[in-house]
């Protein structure tokens, strides 16, 4: 192994992701540590890095856990020998969840719009004068000379 090894506390630094996060990530074999120290302690490279940078990103397009295994398996095949004769079929492979990631996408922007729709109606509720008849009773009273 080549490259600089950083232990999980680093890689959680890096990448964001919580240590527990990390590690179930490795218990369900979407990422494992490089190697191991002699004193047992998980050894990461830039590439397992990367690896849970992707991850990270399919994570809120709600890819299983056996879709986000297979697309890293395809995106390491195909980084791999690029004289694969089933180069083709991970090709398509690949270009299905493509296409399903495009679709998750436009549905998460949807979501966030009406979110966001949400939190303006909130905002200009918030922004209007309080009507309530308890608070208009409370405004006439402040008014009465009596």
Do not use: C
Not at 47 to 75: N, Q, S, W, Y
Not at 112 to 134: G, H, I, K, Q
């Amino acid at each position: 192994m080549t490259g600089e090894q950083m232990q999980i506390g680093e890689v959680s630094e890096r990448t964001g992701l919580s240590l527990r996060t990390i590690r179930h990530y490795e218990e369900v074999g979407l990422v494992a540590p490089s190697t191991r120290s002699k004193g047992g302690f998980r050894l990461y490279d830039e590439a397992d890095v990367d690896r849970l940078h992707v991850v990270k990103r399919m994570k809120p397009l709600e890819f299983t856990l056996e879709e986000m295994a297979d697309i890293l398996g395809l995106l390491a095949s195909l980084d791999g020998d690029q004289h694969r004769a089933d180069r083709q079929a991970l090709v398509d492979r690949l270009e299905m969840y493509r296409e399903a990631t495009a679709h998750r996408v436009d549905a998460l922007r949807q979501k966030w719009e009406t979110a966001d729709r949400f939190a303006e109606d909130l905002n200009a509720r918030l922004r209007r004068p309080v009507s309530s008849p308890a608070l208009r009773r409370h405004q006439d009273q402040d008014r009465d000379p009596s």
